[in-house]
């Protein structure tokens, strides 16, 4: 970037210039939101398969803050097309749904399952015979 109206290009064959918001990822808006959706659905993966451990969940937490701040400066300082508007209110819903999918992610790596204290739900009471019994053939004629 030698001289001032020089622009710096995001990836060959790419023409948007990439603003100096995101000069840290060297993306324009269109690159940066597309690759921040595609991280979003891989770590989604991860924690919906429990594959991602307590640390890795960490590092996604870090990621989804630090793109949801370099978004709200691009927001705030440039003046975006609809379309850039859209992708833009796209990515945020996918960090927004990462975040809470990170939030509502168990601790363990081991699906919880709740067992229900002894004695605190009483035992059914099992009758012999009861298919056989008279007085319940009317609801046995209504199933």
């Keep these: 970037m030698g001289k001032p109206n020089e622009y710096r290009v995001c990836i060959p064959r790419c023409k948007l210039r990439v603003p100096t918001e995101l000069d840290s990822v060297g993306l324009c808006v269109y690159h940066f939101t597309w690759s921040v959706e595609e ?3 891989e770590m989604h993966r991860q ?3 429990r594959t991602a451990t307590a640390q890795r969940r960490a590092e ?3 990621y989804v803050s630090e793109c949801a701040l370099l978004l709200a400066r691009v927001t705030s300082n ?3 097309s609809d379309d850039l508007k859209r992708r833009i209110l796209c990515t945020f819903l996918s960090l927004m749904n990462l975040r ?3 939030e509502r992610a168990p601790s363990g790596h081991a699906p919880e ?3 229900p204290a002894p004695g605190l739900f009483p035992t ?3 009758v012999p015979g009861w298919h056989n019994s008279e007085s319940n053939a009317n609801i046995r004629s209504q199933v």
């Design 113 to 115: 399952i709740r067992v």
């Design 78 to 80: 440039l003046c975006l």
């Design 124 to 126: 059914p009471a099992v």
């Design 39 to 41: 991280a979003c659905g």
């Design 47 to 49: 924690v919906a398969l």
């Design 100 to 102: 809470g999918t990170l």
């Design 60 to 62: 996604m937490a870090t």
